[in-house]
């Protein structure tokens, strides 16, 4: 337990270890099984993709489990596995982050950060410098040193940081710099190993600014995204597989944007390679956890138990009793399908629904019920005094 203030040579200051703090910590970290955790995950809302679900309740399960050994078992890092990263792939809108943020930062109570990767740039470069990704952790552990380096990185957007498709760069042959997507891959090598990182203690490009050293031996690091067109890279390569002159009959490659991944496909390090990563990036995550397209009966219990409750909430507030018929919800379930944006797409199609509903409320205030409904193919809002 350590930390080192380079520019300025400070030993007291940000971060200032406490070692009996930290250990009490430790101690109170939640002792949940894999499979609490899982039903944990449920009641804070989260709905479907039982398998993920499973593989992520496990991974909390032994991150918590390892910290434990280390600071209070005092068995040497040497004898246990090594900190585990998980690659998330799924279409928009299926709950990856969500799962990630809920998982970590509600149930487990650790220091977590979500941050949209495609805002970072190659060292040297206009934009976010990787390293303070580590900054933005230690906001997050309230400035303290040890506990950011037990915390969590999530990278969202992260199939948006793909490179160009260049083999000669993949053969390592390439010595031009891409700074919005190779170049970042090439920054995030060192992260995700075991490394000793050097992190400015602020969000500045001032050269002046304090700095200090963390350990990613013990922050797992989670990357999500949708990877889109991935489904027709591993089609290509199934075609290219299949021998004789009636392969480019083969099945017909997916054009839908909501597609399901199977196991099988994402153990193909070279479908990555081909998408535009680097093949040594994808090695550093230990498990790629494919997480399926949400069908309609997930989405319907999705808006009615997160969404719909909010809004019956946020109506009774103001003294008003919001019926919903079912017409409405099919309709916004629908639409969430046609769009293929999962559940991200139900919150702005309901919120609409109810505009006209949240006026007359807010505008009248001796309205005590209302009611929205769909029939003769228009959407009708029915209040009563």
């Given at each position: 337990?350590r930390?080192a203030?380079?520019?300025?040579?400070?030993?007291?200051?940000l971060?200032?270890?406490?070692?009996?703090s930290?250990?009490?910590?430790?101690?109170?970290?939640?002792?949940?099984?894999p499979?609490?955790i899982c039903?944990?995950?449920?009641?804070?809302?989260?709905?479907g993709?039982?398998?993920?679900?499973?593989?992520?309740s496990?991974?909390?399960?032994?991150h918590?489990q390892?910290l434990?050994?280390?600071h209070?078992r005092?068995?040497?890092?040497?004898e246990l596995?090594?900190?585990?990263?998980h690659?998330?792939?799924?279409?928009t809108?299926?709950?990856?982050t969500f799962?990630i943020?809920?998982?970590?930062?509600?149930?487990?109570?650790?220091?977590?950060?979500?941050?949209?990767i495609?805002?970072?740039s190659?060292?040297?470069?206009?934009?976010?410098?990787?390293?303070?990704?580590?900054?933005?952790?230690?906001?997050?552990?309230?400035g303290d040193?040890?506990?950011?380096e037990?915390?969590?990185?999530?990278l969202?957007?992260?199939d948006?940081?793909a490179?160009?498709?260049?083999n000669?760069v993949?053969?390592?042959?390439?010595?031009?710099?891409?700074?919005?997507?190779?170049?970042?891959q090439r920054e995030?090598?060192?992260?995700?190993e075991?490394?000793?990182?050097?992190?400015p203690t602020?969000?500045?490009?001032?050269?002046?600014?304090?700095?200090?050293?963390?350990?990613?031996?013990?922050?797992?690091?989670v990357?999500c995204?949708a990877?889109?067109?991935?489904?027709?890279v591993t089609?290509l390569?199934?075609k290219?597989?299949?021998?004789?002159?009636?392969?480019q009959?083969?099945?017909?490659a997916?054009?839908?944007?909501?597609?399901?991944?199977?196991q099988?496909e994402?153990?193909?390090?070279?479908h990555f390679?081909?998408y535009?990563?680097?093949p040594?990036?994808i090695?550093?995550?230990?498990?790629i956890v494919?997480?399926?397209?949400?069908?309609?009966e997930t989405?319907?219990?999705?808006?009615?138990?997160?969404?719909?409750?909010?809004?019956?909430?946020?109506?009774?507030?103001?003294?008003?009793?919001?019926?919903?018929?079912?017409?409405?919800?099919?309709?916004?379930?629908?639409?969430?399908?046609?769009?293929?944006?999962g559940?991200?797409?139900?919150?702005?199609?309901?919120?609409?629904?109810l505009?006209d509903?949240a006026?007359?409320?807010?505008?009248?205030?001796?309205?005590?019920?209302?009611?929205?409904?769909?029939?003769?193919?228009?959407?009708?809002?029915n209040?009563?005094g």
């Amino acid at each position: 337990m350590r930390e080192a203030f380079l520019d300025l040579g400070l030993e007291q200051g940000l971060g200032s270890f406490d070692e009996r703090s930290f250990i009490e910590y430790i101690e109170e970290l939640p002792t949940l099984t894999p499979r609490e955790i899982c039903e944990q995950l449920e009641e804070h809302g989260y709905v479907g993709q039982d398998e993920p679900r499973r593989s992520m309740s496990l991974m909390a399960f032994r991150h918590i489990q390892r910290l434990r050994n280390i600071h209070l078992r005092q068995v040497p890092v040497e004898e246990l596995p090594p900190k585990s990263n998980h690659l998330l792939v799924g279409p928009t809108g299926c709950g990856k982050t969500f799962m990630i943020e809920t998982l970590f930062r509600h149930i487990l109570n650790i220091p977590t950060v979500l941050v949209d990767i495609t805002t970072y740039s190659e060292t040297g470069y206009v934009g976010q410098d990787v390293s303070s990704i580590l900054t933005r952790l230690l906001y997050a552990a309230d400035g303290d040193v040890s506990r950011a380096e037990m915390g969590i990185v999530c990278l969202d957007e992260f199939d948006k940081i793909a490179s160009g498709q260049n083999n000669a760069v993949f053969a390592g042959a390439g010595t031009t710099k891409d700074i919005s997507g190779l170049g970042v891959q090439r920054e995030l090598l060192k992260l995700l190993e075991s490394a000793t990182v050097t992190v400015p203690t602020e969000f500045s490009h001032s050269s002046y600014q304090q700095h200090l050293l963390m350990s990613t031996a013990n922050i797992p690091f989670v990357a999500c995204g949708a990877f889109s067109g991935l489904k027709l890279v591993t089609h290509l390569f199934n075609k290219e597989a299949s021998i004789g002159f009636h392969a480019q009959n083969s099945a017909k490659a997916p054009r839908e944007i909501a597609v399901s991944y199977d196991q099988k496909e994402m153990d193909q390090t070279r479908h990555f390679q081909q998408y535009g990563f680097l093949p040594e990036l994808i090695a550093r995550f230990d498990r790629i956890v494919p997480f399926q397209a949400l069908s309609e009966e997930t989405l319907m219990m999705i808006l009615k138990r997160n969404l719909l409750t909010s809004y019956k909430r946020e109506f009774e507030l103001a003294n008003v009793h919001l019926v919903v018929d079912k017409s409405v919800l099919d309709r916004v379930v629908g639409h969430a399908l046609k769009r293929e944006t999962g559940a991200r797409g139900l919150r702005s199609t309901l919120a609409y629904l109810l505009e006209d509903a949240a006026y007359e409320i807010y505008s009248e205030p001796d309205i005590e019920r209302v009611e929205v409904a769909f029939y003769d193919g228009k959407l009708h809002v029915n209040v009563d005094g």
